[in-house]
């Protein structure tokens, strides 16, 4: 791939995933389930304090085994955003203000059908009156090709914290 | 002055949701008397293994001995109070203190002190400088419990009847003792007092309505909608049971002949699974087995889901407004590789902060403790008098047993508050005065 295809495609990506966050701060919720690929793989570990050179083998819990903050496909996603949609959820409603910003955004690989994409994620949550939550994290994302778009594949998402210092995770990441 | 916590009439007032100076006397007459949930033997199966849990506000360290026996102390160092382990579980020999590194055995034993010969020979004596131990310590099925009391009562006269109840969160599903594992643990802060989440879990029925939009969409492991768990308790009697020492919860007994229900019935494998565990259950368990767990809360902050989903949450006051909520998730340690895969996957999406159905608990939680701490809101006491005066079911097994929704659950569980914050002697605190403990099978 050429210097310049890589820019074009980075550019791209990045459009992609500045769209994404457009939907959900609009809180166009089905729409945003439409970016999600079938088979896909939404996994948040939970992060644990660990000895000094534990860190790659005990530091998140594994996607696939035991309990993370999130480890699930895209039904369970739907039910989410069907539970938000009710209007009577209440840890949604009235709905919280959120903004997502995604930076630092790099491509780690790229076949002619996937794209993986490293990012940073900020997402801000405002609550009714004075809740304020800020869920600052590395993100990775794999994209799938789907004519002129993407889907999203696989999202990974390391949150920078140990113990939730939120009482919900009632937004999506 | 009126009483604060009038069980009679089911009034209670907000102060002791709000104030710090019930807080504070919570932390000194309840929580260092009350035995409380530390974590379960799977998380440390081997000799040096260690957890850090807490008690209340308090860091302790779980941990299995050079010997293999439980042990759990105060994670503060005895020199200047260094909390000794910022781990959060692992295997170690040596306990060592980053400040001025003290270093303590995993029996909690001083054992190295730097420049011991120089600075400290004939006046330390380091037989008294262990790590604090809890008074007392029971295993009970592989869960660990302690309090700082010495003179509490042994946990299973504590647990009394509800013995029955907590055995089906603990019990393999097929009715074996024990042989539970947890398989992860949510730690995560909220603003809330404590006794909001824990009332919940004696058996808040009514609550019910605040649930409606995950009963709407459907997320049962049978994908039914119209409901958040497979319904095993539609054949079954509902109880709502307060015991002495203020434990709670609800249940259903389920008729006799009952039958299974299918259960995660998305998946075949599981399905079948559950099949023989309900018939191999009701084989082992006879009578027993008709009891159906559903919500409880071992006084005074341990909470568990019975059956679907399946865990013990400990509700650790972190000030009077903020929770910190620690859940321990359970499989049965042999259920084959796709059930705890199923069970897994229910778990995280009821429970938790990302739970669908717990995150609406959350939200009435802050919002009820917030609204609730206001000078005129402080001078309404909250209302506990629902189905106040109605017979209780005698034939139903011990405890106050009621067959409809009911507030003398919690009136219960605060009659017994009330009596740790007036310093009551332990018959008093485990209610031996309130009814004869029937142990009908014994
Ligand atoms: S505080 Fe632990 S050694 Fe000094
Ligand atoms: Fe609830």
Redesign the pocket.
């Known amino acids: 791939m050429s210097t310049i295809e890589r820019l074009l495609l980075k550019q791209e990506i990045e459009d992609f995933l500045y769209l994404e966050a457009d939907l959900l701060d609009g809180r166009k919720f089905r729409d945003w389930l439409d970016l999600l690929a079938e088979d896909l793989v939404y996994f948040m570990p939970i992060r644990r304090n660990v000895k000094f050179g534990q860190h790659d083998e005990k530091e998140n819990t594994r996607q696939g085994e035991g309990i993370s903050w999130f480890d699930e496909d895209k039904w369970t996603l739907t039910k989410r955003v069907e539970q938000v949609l009710t209007g009577v959820h209440y840890a949604e409603e009235p709905l919280s203000r959120v903004t997502h910003m995604v930076s630092n955004i790099r491509l780690l690989d790229v076949t002619p059908t996937e794209v993986t994409v490293g990012c940073r994620f900020l997402v801000y949550q405002n609550r009714v009156e004075y809740e304020n939550y800020t869920f600052i994290g590395r993100r990775t994302d794999v994209l799938r090709r789907n004519g002129e778009s993407w889907l999203i594949a696989k999202r990974e998402l390391i949150l920078e914290q140990n113990v939730l210092l939120a009482k919900n995770l009632s937004i999506f990441f | 002055m009126t009483n604060p916590i009038d069980t009679e009439r089911g009034l209670i007032s907000r102060e002791i949701f709000v104030s710090p100076e019930y807080h504070r006397a919570e932390l000194e007459k309840l929580y260092t008397r009350a035995w409380l949930f530390v974590g379960h033997e799977s998380q440390i199966p081997n000799p040096g293994d260690f957890f850090v849990s807490r008690m209340a506000e308090e860091s302790v360290i779980l941990c299995r001995d050079a010997r293999g026996e439980i042990r759990i102390f105060l994670n503060s160092?005895?020199?200047?109070?260094?909390k000794?382990c910022r781990y959060e579980q692992g295997n170690t020999s040596l306990f060592v203190?980053?400040?001025?590194?003290?270093s303590y055995t995993t029996d909690g034993k001083l054992q190295g002190v730097p420049l011991y010969r120089s600075l400290y020979e004939g006046t330390l004596n380091r037989d008294e400088w262990s790590l604090v131990p809890v008074g007392r310590l029971a295993n009970y099925k592989g869960s660990i419990w302690a309090t700082w009391d010495e003179t509490a009562p042994d946990f299973l006269a504590y647990l009394g009847d509800a013995v029955d109840h907590l055995d089906q969160v603990l019990d393999c599903r097929d009715g074996r003792p024990g042989g539970a594992e947890v398989i992860g643990v949510h730690k995560w802060v909220f603003p809330s007092n404590w006794k909001l989440a824990a009332e919940n879990f004696l058996g808040d029925s009514y609550h019910n309505p605040s649930h409606r939009s995950v009963d709407m969409i459907g997320m049962s492991g049978s994908a039914q909608p119209g409901q958040r768990r497979d319904n095993e308790y539609t054949n079954a009697q509902r109880v709502w049971i307060g015991f002495p020492a203020g434990h709670g919860l609800t249940a259903g007994i389920a008729h006799p002949d009952l039958e299974y229900t299918p259960t995660y019935a998305q998946y075949p494998e599981v399905d079948e699974y559950f099949r023989y565990c309900f018939y191999e259950r009701k084989r082992r368990l006879g009578e027993k087995a008709r009891n159906l767990a559903l919500v409880g809360n071992i006084f005074p902050n341990t909470s568990y889901h019975g059956r679907q989903p399946r865990s013990l949450c400990v509700w650790h006051p972190s000030g009077p407004d903020k929770v910190e909520g620690w859940r321990f998730f359970l499989v049965d340690a042999d259920a084959p590789a796709a059930v705890k895969d199923v069970l897994r996957h229910y778990y995280m999406r009821y429970s938790g902060p990302a739970g669908m159905t717990e995150q609406d608990d959350m939200e009435n939680w802050l919002y009820a403790s917030k609204a609730s701490s206001g000078t005129i809101a402080r001078r309404y006491p909250f209302n506990y008098q629902m189905a106040m005066g109605k017979p209780n079911a005698a034939n139903l097994g011990p405890g106050l047993v009621a067959t409809q929704m009911t507030d003398q659950t919690p009136r219960n569980f605060y009659r017994t508050y009330a009596r740790y914050l007036n310093g009551d002697g332990w018959d008093s605190l485990l209610g031996r005065d309130l009814q004869p403990i029937r142990r009908a099978a014994e």
């Open positions: 160092c005895r020199h200047r109070g260094m000794v203190c980053p400040y001025h590194s003290w």
